[in-house]
């Protein structure tokens, strides 16, 4: 979602953090460049551990367990729900440990602090202005949030039509919620993408849920005022605040995602001439000859972008099961840096991760204003990730905006068939 996740660049820039849109805020320039390290990690012990960021007042908790791989050496999953996210990247260098988060230009950094205890920073590299957020984790810890005080607890489930707001800036959302006894899984749906997997809890009326998947800490508090309304706060890393307000509607729904970005009047090409990853001096063109005749599927994302790797995760496969049918795909990357060596580094680098067979190019910066202006036949880019269809003639015949990741459930299998059925509908064509 996201403007950018998972987790609103461009619908709503005044947000200090959007997920689905993928975007931070700091005025802290300590952390500036990675920490060289070396050699092995040695503080990580084996078990389940239960880590807070402390932040704006608030603690944002996340699980995550060490394992050891068949050379004896530390793996990371975290674990957000049903999700959990391999991290192996991980070196050691005096009493300091370093655990890089995955495709993201972020890590956590630690040192002992006592037997089966942690302390750093979650450090983010690749936000607008570096910055770093106190951590802390406890060896053996299972459980989210802290035992519930009372065993009676508010009912959350279901489907609530949402309200975000920060200062006089609104946006609207779904939220979608599973419990069982205390215990809360679920997520939020906006314009631009998902909140990717929240976990937590229910205490008395008081509901909690939070997720830390590297790129994003987010933290989500609400009281229940009658059994179908909620109105709560949103904490997004080091500085992001919201406040929203829900009713309970099962038939809660956002605006068309296919309706909100459209061609230029006159416009129904992309004519785009962008850098590949691969090769500073190759280009990718949709009227390269690769491309002809076939449909092509071009991916607006970041690599810094949670949602964006959602999608990733789902068009990497498809894309070898379904190459031969006559599609192709090209991602067209939009990075925190603007130089072409850091910039194809990162997305290289996703695209290791994601086993991404399709070729992919530096087309800009992060921002959408930047998205927007190097694709000048579209109106505007809402959002990361935003999926450009076009026909056999190269003609652009649908925009979606967002993606609802696998955190959303049902929501994301209706993505996966809307998009499978567009492309059955093209490849028909003659």
């Given at each position: 979602?996201?403007?950018?996740?998972?987790?609103?660049?461009?619908?709503?820039?005044?947000?200090?953090?959007?997920?689905?849109?993928?975007?931070?805020?700091?005025?802290?320039?300590?952390?500036?460049?990675?920490?060289?390290?070396?050699?092995?990690?040695?503080?990580?012990?084996?078990?389940?551990?239960?880590?807070?960021?402390?932040?704006?007042?608030?603690?944002?908790?996340?699980?995550?367990?060490?394992?050891?791989?068949?050379?004896?050496?530390?793996?990371?999953?975290?674990?957000?729900?049903?999700?959990?996210?391999?991290?192996?990247?991980?070196?050691?260098?005096?009493?300091?440990?370093?655990?890089?988060?995955?495709?993201?230009?972020?890590?956590?950094?630690?040192?002992?602090?006592?037997?089966?205890?942690?302390?750093?920073?979650w450090v983010k590299y690749d936000a607008k202005e570096p910055?770093?957020?106190?951590?802390?984790?406890?060896?053996g810890g299972q459980q989210r949030f802290l035992p519930t005080?009372?065993?009676?607890?508010?009912?959350?489930?279901?489907?609530?039509?949402?309200?975000?707001?920060?200062?006089?800036?609104?946006?609207?959302?779904?939220?979608?919620?599973?419990?069982?006894?205390?215990?809360?899984?679920?997520?939020?749906?906006?314009?631009?993408?998902?909140?990717?997997?929240?976990?937590?809890?229910?205490?008395?009326?008081?509901?909690?849920?939070?997720?830390?998947?590297?790129?994003?800490?987010?933290?989500?508090?609400?009281?229940?005022?009658?059994?179908?309304?909620?109105?709560?706060?949103?904490?997004?890393?080091?500085?992001?605040?919201?406040?929203?307000?829900?009713?309970?509607?099962?038939?809660?729904?956002?605006?068309?995602?296919?309706?909100?970005?459209?061609?230029?009047?006159?416009?129904?090409?992309?004519?785009?001439?962008?850098?590949?990853?691969?090769?500073?001096?190759?280009?990718?063109?949709?009227?390269?000859?690769?491309?002809?005749?076939?449909?092509?599927?071009?991916?607006?994302?970041?690599?810094?972008?949670?949602?964006?790797?959602?999608?990733?995760?789902?068009?990497?496969?498809?894309?070898?099961?379904?190459?031969?049918?006559?599609?192709?795909?090209?991602?067209?990357?939009?990075?925190?840096?603007?130089?072409?060596?850091?910039?194809?580094?990162?997305?290289?680098?996703?695209?290791?991760?994601?086993?991404?067979?399709?070729?992919?190019?530096?087309?800009?910066?992060?921002?959408?204003?930047?998205?927007?202006?190097?694709?000048?036949?579209?109106?505007?880019?809402?959002?990361?990730?935003?999926?450009?269809?076009?026909?056999?003639?190269?003609?652009?015949?649908?925009?979606?905006?967002?993606?609802?990741?696998?955190?959303?459930?049902?929501?994301?299998?209706?993505?996966?068939?809307?998009?499978?059925?567009?492309?059955?509908?093209?490849?028909?064509?003659?």
């Amino acid at each position: 979602m996201f403007v950018s996740a998972f987790p609103r660049l461009a619908v709503a820039a005044g947000l200090a953090l959007a997920v689905a849109a993928c975007q931070s805020s700091s005025t802290d320039k300590t952390a500036t460049t990675p920490e060289a390290t070396t050699g092995l990690a040695g503080p990580l012990r084996e078990g389940p551990w239960r880590a807070v960021l402390t932040t704006q007042g608030q603690q944002i908790p996340f699980l995550f367990e060490v394992e050891k791989d068949s050379a004896n050496q530390p793996i990371v999953v975290l674990r957000n729900g049903e999700e959990k996210l391999r991290l192996d990247e991980i070196t050691t260098a005096g009493d300091s440990t370093t655990i890089r988060l995955g495709a993201f230009d972020a890590a956590l950094v630690v040192r002992p602090d006592g037997n089966g205890q942690l302390k750093g920073s979650w450090v983010k590299y690749d936000a607008k202005e570096p910055y770093r957020v106190p951590l802390t984790a406890s060896l053996g810890g299972q459980q989210r949030f802290l035992p519930t005080t009372t065993t009676k607890a508010a009912d959350f489930n279901g489907t609530w039509s949402t309200t975000f707001k920060d200062g006089d800036k609104t946006y609207p959302a779904v939220g979608v919620f599973k419990q069982r006894g205390n215990e809360v899984t679920g997520t939020f749906l906006t314009n631009t993408g998902d909140y990717r997997y929240l976990a937590g809890q229910v205490n008395g009326d008081t509901l909690k849920v939070s997720t830390f998947d590297g790129s994003h800490g987010f933290l989500f508090t609400a009281t229940q005022p009658t059994d179908s309304t909620l109105t709560g706060d949103f904490y997004s890393g080091k500085a992001g605040h919201e406040t929203w307000t829900a009713v309970k509607d099962a038939n809660a729904q956002l605006p068309d995602a296919d309706g909100l970005a459209a061609m230029k009047p006159g416009e129904k090409k992309l004519t785009f001439q962008f850098p590949s990853i691969a090769d500073k001096n190759t280009t990718l063109s949709p009227t390269d000859p690769k491309y002809q005749g076939k449909v092509v599927v071009v991916q607006i994302l970041g690599s810094w972008c949670p949602n964006c790797m959602d999608e990733t995760n789902f068009l990497a496969p498809w894309y070898e099961q379904n190459k031969q049918r006559g599609v192709e795909v090209i991602g067209l990357g939009y990075e925190r840096s603007p130089e072409y060596a850091k910039a194809a580094e990162r997305l290289r680098k996703m695209k290791d991760r994601f086993n991404v067979g399709y070729d992919i190019a530096v087309a800009g910066t992060s921002t959408s204003a930047d998205a927007s202006k190097s694709l000048p036949q579209l109106s505007k880019v809402l959002a990361f990730p935003t999926t450009i269809f076009l026909d056999k003639k190269g003609e652009v015949r649908k925009i979606h905006t967002g993606f609802s990741g696998p955190g959303t459930g049902q929501y994301y299998d209706q993505e996966k068939a809307a998009f499978n059925k567009t492309i059955d509908e093209l490849l028909a064509e003659k």
